[in-house]
Nanobody, 115 residues
Framework: QVQLVESGGGLVQAGGSLRLSCTASTRVFSISSVGWYRQAPGKQRELVATIRSGGNTNYADSVKGRFTISRDNAKRTVYLQMNSLKPEDTAVYYC?????????WGQGTQVTVSS
């Protein structure tokens, strides 16, 4: 069984930066694409960034140019560097496989951006 643990969230002012981390509890062989998702209160989860094992990345239009996803396979960790944060980025952020695998959902990490 694989557990994904997110960390790095916090409260930041608009224009600030955060780096989120997602670490797998055990070695993962089956996940080739990993993504960061976010869910604002009362909203559905949305995929904001994706990275494949080969390094190819994709971003939602809302975060392009501001967020960067990366992975360190040796550390079983995926990162999300978030710059120029906006209040609309406020959400709980989760990592998961892409496409999502329900068994992998963790608790997420809260990101709150104040104006």
């Amino acid at each position: 069984q694989v557990q994904l643990v997110e960390s790095g969230g916090g409260l930041v002012q608009a224009g600030g930066s955060l780096r989120l981390s997602c670490t797998a509890s055990t070695r993962v062989f089956s996940i080739s694409s990993v993504g960061w998702y976010r869910q604002a209160p009362g909203k559905q989860r949305e995929l904001v960034a994706t990275i494949r094992s080969g390094g190819n990345t994709n971003y939602a239009d809302s975060v392009k140019g501001r967020f960067t996803i990366s992975r360190d396979n040796a550390k079983r960790t995926v990162y999300l560097q978030m710059n120029s944060l906006k209040p609309e980025d406020t959400a709980v952020y989760y990592c998961n496989a892409v496409p999502q695998w329900n068994a992998y959902w963790g608790q997420g990490t809260q990101v709150t951006v104040s104006s």
